[in-house]
């Protein structure tokens, strides 16, 4: 069964940083584009960064565009989202996810990790 795992989410004051990592079982990253995601409460989720399946682009989020680095490494078959200047409103769960392109229909479907939570305190 395809996994897609998320951790190092938790509580963070405004300004910091922390590192997620999403590690996947009976799956390879290599080939798929790889998307990270946020859900706040009462809110849409929302995309917050997708590296082609190629590996050659990574879009982000205009909200998170100079503070957040979308990296994998394929040995570990692990993918990161490094995130630093946190602010307040970055506080939501945090997913990874894979599936064939960034575009739509893109992670219509795909695989999904469970999530993380993310907490920025003011």
């Known amino acids: 069964e395809v996994q897609l795992v998320e951790s190092g989410g938790g509580l963070v004051p405004a300004g910091g940083s922390l590192r997620l990592s999403c590690a996947a079982s009976?799956?390879?990253?290599?080939?798929?584009?790889i998307g990270w995601f946020r859900q706040a409460p009462g809110k849409e989720r929302e995309r917050v960064s997708c590296?082609?399946?190629?590996?050659?682009?990574?879009y982000y989020a205009d909200s998170v565009k100079g503070r957040f680095t979308a990296s994998s490494d394929n040995a570990r078959n692990t993918v990161y989202l490094q995130m630093t200047s946190l602010k307040v409103e970055d506080t939501a769960v945090y997913y990874c996810?894979?599936?064939?392109?960034?575009?739509?229909?893109?992670?219509?479907?795909?695989?999904w990790g469970q999530g993380t939570q993310v907490t920025v305190s003011s």
């Open positions: 009976e799956f390879t990253f290599d080939g798929y584009a």
């Open positions: 996810a894979a599936d064939t392109q960034c575009d739509y229909p893109g992670f219509i479907a795909g695989y």
């Open positions: 590296t082609s399946s190629s590996g050659g682009s990574t």
